[in-house]
């Protein structure tokens, strides 16, 4: 069975955030985030968080902040959940799957990107959308070669 979608962006800044989660309608969900990322302004590296670790954010507003910003990701973990759903830790797959989680999104070391999603056709998209904006190594996740043994990037 697939579970997501992995594979590798270029170790630069950019909005890279926004073009990977397109095909997923971001403003539909509240998003628990975290990791280590910076604002990037006048092409010089920010030393203000752009992702807040362990804090909740509107979708809508997460949308605004992916798309019109430029920003470096070192390592993120975002996750999504339906609006008016409870917002929990998930450190498994187990987890994840027993949770009101649609999305979990895992980028290390600024360049390895794991997606883990619940809907099927979702996994489809986003794995499209990764071979249209050529990211490299581009492969579905599935029950077989899913290597992960914590979803978070610590």
């Known amino acids: 069975m697939r579970r997501g979608v992995s594979?590798?962006?270029?170790?630069?800044?950019?909005?890279?955030?926004?073009?990977?989660l397109k095909?997923?309608?971001?403003?539909?969900?509240?998003?628990?985030?975290?990791?280590?990322?910076?604002?990037?302004i006048d092409g010089e590296l920010d030393y203000e968080k752009f992702l807040?670790?362990?804090?909740?954010?509107e979708g809508a507003d997460l949308a605004s902040r992916l798309r019109?910003?430029?920003?470096?990701a070192i390592f993120v973990e975002l996750r999504a959940y339906p609006l008016g759903k409870v917002?929990?830790?998930?450190n498994t797959?187990?987890?994840?799957?027993?949770?009101?989680?649609e999305l979990v999104l895992?980028?290390?070391?600024?360049?390895?990107?794991?997606?883990?999603?619940?809907?099927?056709?979702?996994?489809e998209k986003l794995y499209l959308n990764a071979l249209k904006?050529?990211?490299?190594?581009?492969?579905?996740?599935?029950?077989e070669n899913d290597v992960r043994t914590s979803l978070t990037v610590w």
């Open 7 to 20: 594979f590798q962006i270029p170790n630069e800044y950019g909005n890279y955030l926004w073009k990977i």
């Open 23 to 40: 095909p997923f309608n971001v403003g539909n969900y509240l998003w628990k985030m975290g990791g280590e990322s910076y604002f990037v």
């Open 52 to 57: 807040l670790d362990n804090s909740v954010i």
């Open 68 to 72: 019109n910003n430029q920003y470096y």
């Open 87 to 90: 917002v929990n830790q998930i």
């Open 93 to 101: 797959y187990e987890e994840f799957m027993n949770s009101e989680c």
């Open 106 to 123: 895992l980028l290390v070391d600024s360049s390895y990107v794991s997606i883990y999603c619940k809907d099927i056709n979702v996994v």
């Open 133 to 143: 904006n050529e990211f490299e190594d581009v492969k579905f996740i599935t029950d």
